[in-house]
């Protein structure tokens, strides 16, 4: 089992930076790529950026191209993502998750283990 704890969201304005953590514990972190998803509401549940093992592949959605970046330090156990230029559309809840794959792949079905999520909320 790999338990994950996000934190970090809140209520931001257009433009502003928020930075988002993701804890893990219960198993060897360096074993799992990681990723984020989002949510908002209505909408169905999408995949924000992904992370490799090793940290030295990273994907990205286009919504978040240019503004978010992903990244973790496994000695920490901890993955992030540093989202700048915030905008209204990115108003959602932010959940981690982590997958046996190698790379952070894009597909839900990979991932076997997901966090309870973060609030984003960004105001115009």
């Known amino acids: 089992q790999v338990q994950l704890v996000e934190s970090g969201g809140g209520l931001v304005q257009a433009g502003d930076s928020l930075r988002l953590s993701c804890a893990a514990s219960?198993?060897?972190?360096?074993?799992?790529?990681m990723a984020w998803f989002r949510q908002a509401p209505g909408k169905e549940r999408e995949f924000v950026a992904g992370?490799?093992?090793?940290?030295?592949?990273?994907d990205y959605a286009d919504s978040g191209k240019g503004r978010f970046t992903i990244s973790r330090d496994n000695a920490r156990n901890t993955v992030y993502l540093q989202m700048n230029s915030l905008k209204p559309e990115d108003t959602a809840r932010y959940f981690c998750?982590?997958?046996?794959?190698?790379?952070?792949?894009?597909?839900?079905?990979?991932?076997?283990?997901w966090g309870q999520g973060t609030q984003v909320t960004v105001s115009s």
């Open positions: 998750a982590a997958a046996r794959t190698y790379a952070g792949g894009r597909p839900q079905y990979e991932y076997e283990y």
């Open positions: 219960g198993r060897t972190f360096s074993n799992y790529a």
């Open positions: 992370i490799s093992r090793s940290g030295g592949s990273t």
